[in-house]
């Protein structure tokens, strides 16, 4: 499937602005800053589905597709695709939309299991509340 044409999955968690600060030399945004915005979108979802706070556990297969350029609109959406006892794991994809453009290009994906915790910060069971129809 050709990226461009694809819509992103999940649900919309954050909207932002690649900066220069957030690039190398080349112009090219930092896999790293890219990876601590889908970092911060996954735990979003997580602490809302928990209602407590949450710890990153793992990532798994972070894939880089294209690059995100300096004043692109990065778009993150993130769904949990898997909810167990104390953890979740949530599946999120990052797209690019240049700021003289419509067209939204996927960049990366990745997925992401975070633990819920309690206020002792131990792993607590996460209540089997309303959950989206990708975990029913």
């Known amino acids: 499937m050709n990226d461009s044409t694809a819509i992103p999955r999940g649900e919309p968690a954050i909207r932002t602005i690649a900066m220069p600060a957030d690039a190398n030399p080349a112009g090219d945004i930092f896999g790293g ?4 915005q889908m970092d911060l979108a996954a735990g979003n979802v997580a602490a809302r589905r928990a209602r407590s ?20 609109e990065v778009s993150l959406h993130a769904e949990i695709v898997r909810v167990g006892r104390s953890s979740m794991t949530i599946e999120v994809e990052a797209w690019r939309r240049s700021r003289d ?23 607590r069971v996460i209540s089997p509340g ?7």
């Open 130 to 136: 309303s959950q989206s129809a990708a975990n029913t």
């Open 33 to 36: 800053w890219l990876m601590a």
């Open 53 to 72: 706070r949450c710890a990153t556990v793992s990532v798994d297969r972070i894939t880089f597709l294209r690059p995100v350029f300096i004043g692109d």
């Open 101 to 123: 453009g419509e067209e939204q290009v996927k960049v990366t994906d990745a997925s992401f299991v975070f633990v819920a915790l309690d206020q002792g910060e131990r792993p």
